[in-house]
């Protein structure tokens, strides 16, 4: 496993290891995240005007974003400057919800919210949108799930651009293993405790406020992908024959249109759209995508 060796935007993660007389050792401390309302930032560039992304987790009642529930809500609005460096923590907010149905028990195992938890919880649908509208970008690090959870509880917030921590950053490439938050996390030195949406808030803005190999944060290369437009290209009448070849390829398929699917990069979209008319003898259909639309 590769170790990235660069420096974090927010808080140094590297400390001397203790000397247990034997060199052969390497140890490396993990610090507990910070709560982003103390986190030291760089301040804001006074000269030029900021841009907003609200960097959101959701906990709710199934893993199905088309039938779940929301029962816990957060957002940090970052405030960064136009190069993509987080200057600032312009607002925190959490709040419970009452989902109006039991919660499952392994949800509350997982996350420790209780039906009496949210028993009653105000949960104001219209501050939330106005919170959300503010910003021009909305982050999540499963964004093809919290958009669609969050876009069915509050109508107002849809078309609105969303970026995805999870799938549009070349972690590999960054020098990470794996995908998962709480992972990628101890692997800049962080760690935290429980599984609530606040919390894992705090960790994505820790993790994302990290520097890579070529001294920008995560953020930045975040935004850079959220903005590029690719196409989603579906294989229409693909012979069933030819689904391994199509999931060898990187496509996925989506039972509810039962059809195969890619996003595919501009650069390589004539070459996709010649394999799939020539080897997999299908239509190929196509859909622009942008921030707007491509995680739903």
């Known amino acids: 496993m590769t170790i990235p060796e660069t420096g974090s935007a927010l808080l140094p993660a590297y400390f001397p290891a203790p000397d247990l007389g034997d060199s052969s050792w390497d140890i490396r401390i993990l610090r507990k995240v910070a709560p982003l309302a103390t986190t030291p930032l760089i301040g804001p560039d006074l000269a030029r005007k900021p841009s907003y992304i609200g960097v959101i987790d959701c906990e709710a009642t199934s893993t199905d974003p088309h039938t779940a529930e929301v029962i816990d809500l957060a957002v940090c609005v970052l405030e960064i400057d136009n190069v993509g460096v987080i200057t600032g923590v312009a607002e925190l907010k959490q709040s419970l919800r009452d989902p109006g149905m039991p919660i499952p028990k392994d949800v509350t195992r997982l996350t ?120 989603k290209v579906e294989a229409l009448n693909a012979p069933f024959s030819r689904k391994d070849m199509l999931k060898a390829r990187g496509y996925k398929w989506n039972s509810k249109r039962r059809v195969w699917w890619a996003e595919i990069e501009d650069d390589a979209l004539e070459e996709e759209k010649r394999w799939l008319t020539d080897e997999v003898r299908c239509t190929p259909s196509l859909e622009f995508l942008t921030s707007a639309g491509r995680h739903r």
């Not at 009496?116 to 959300?132: E, I, K």
């Not at 990470?176 to 894992?200: C, N, P, V």
Request: hydrophobic share 45%; net charge negative; proline share 2%.
């Open 112 to 231: 420790g919210i209780s039906d009496a938890d949210v028993a009653g919880a105000q949960f104001d649908a219209q501050d939330w949108t106005h919170l959300f509208m503010e910003c021009d970008l909305l982050v999540a690090h499963n964004a093809a799930y919290d958009a669609v959870v969050l876009e069915r509880l509050l109508p107002g917030i849809r078309g609105m651009h969303w970026a995805c921590s999870m799938s549009e950053i070349d972690w590999a490439g960054l020098g990470f293993d794996g995908k998962t938050l709480g992972y990628l996390l101890t692997q800049i030195g962080f760690y935290s405790k429980g599984h609530r949406a606040m919390a894992d808030v705090t960790s994505l803005v820790h993790l994302l406020s990290w520097q890579g190999p070529d001294g920008r944060c995560l953020l930045a290369h975040l935004r850079d992908r959220a903005d590029r437009i690719t196409t």
